[in-house]
């Protein structure tokens, strides 16, 4: 059980490049977070997804879109890289709450992201 | 809309002192609560969460919090810190009526002398 998986690892980019970062998870969960962490600011929402072809948007979505074509992958796509966005990323999934004793997100291990 | 405020980024205590990590939220409806640990370089480990049940939550390595409804509050303690304590801490709140969104703290870092 590999939990959720996150790559790249690191990434730089040049400004105005676009990618994507892959997140995975195995564990048949419906709900799928993106989060960006900056220092002081903890971590704030990008986009989330409660299921498989809904998505919506968090707290900074500008610069970033997504999608959830399946049960098991959500990529964060950077349309045009700008040095703002030099972040650490991270990507979370859950089982949806409602009395669910399993309930709480597990996280990846993480994407550093440089854009020079 | 929620909301968690994290008293202190930066909390200093010695080996073997209590920790106290202080955490308030603010949330319309009733909240799921969460603590969250980081180790340098590494993701967020779940520590403990609320659900409403028991109002005295226990977690991995020691720590519990204690949800204070009329406090609105969710402080982290553990009773006597250790080295491998040294990281840091995000408290976080999550309802079903908030589209089961997790909004976080901006985190406390916890040291601890020797």
């Known amino acids: 059980n590999a939990g959720v998986t996150q790559t790249p690892k690191f990434q730089v980019l040049k400004t105005g490049q676009s990618m994507t970062l892959q997140c995975a998870q195995d564990?048949?969960?419906?709900?799928m977070s993106w989060y960006r962490q900056d220092p002081g600011m903890g971590l704030r929402l990008i986009h989330y997804?409660?299921?498989?072809?809904?998505?919506d948007q968090g707290e900074v979505p500008n610069g970033y879109n997504v999608s959830r074509s399946t049960t098991e992958d959500f990529p964060l796509r950077l349309l045009s890289a700008a040095p703002s966005q030099t972040s650490v990323y991270f990507c979370?999934?859950?089982?949806?709450?409602?009395?669910?004793?399993?309930?709480?997100?597990?996280f990846g291990s993480g994407t550093r992201l440089t854009v020079v | 809309a929620q909301s968690v405020t994290q008293l202190g980024s930066h909390v200093s205590v010695s080996e073997g002192a209590l920790v106290l990590l202080r955490c308030n939220y603010s949330?319309?409806?009733?909240?799921?609560l969460f603590w969250y640990v980081q180790y340098p370089n590494q993701g967020l480990q779940l520590l403990l969460k609320?659900?409403?049940?028991?109002?005295l939550v226990k977690g991995i390595n020691g720590f519990e919090a204690e949800f204070k409804k009329s406090e609105t509050s969710f402080h982290l303690t553990k009773p006597s810190a250790h080295m491998s304590d040294a990281a840091e801490y995000f408290c976080?709140?999550?309802?079903?009526?908030?589209?089961?969104?997790?909004?976080f703290g901006a985190g406390t870092i916890l040291r601890v002398k020797s």
């Open positions: 979370a999934s859950s089982p949806p709450l409602g009395g669910n004793v399993n309930y709480g997100y597990t």
């Open positions: 564990m048949n969960h419906e709900y």
């Open positions: 997804s409660v299921g498989a072809g809904i998505t």
């Open positions: 949330s319309s409806v009733p909240p799921y």
């Open positions: 609320y659900t409403s049940a028991a109002t």
């Open positions: 976080a709140v999550s309802a079903l009526e908030y589209g089961n969104k997790l909004v």
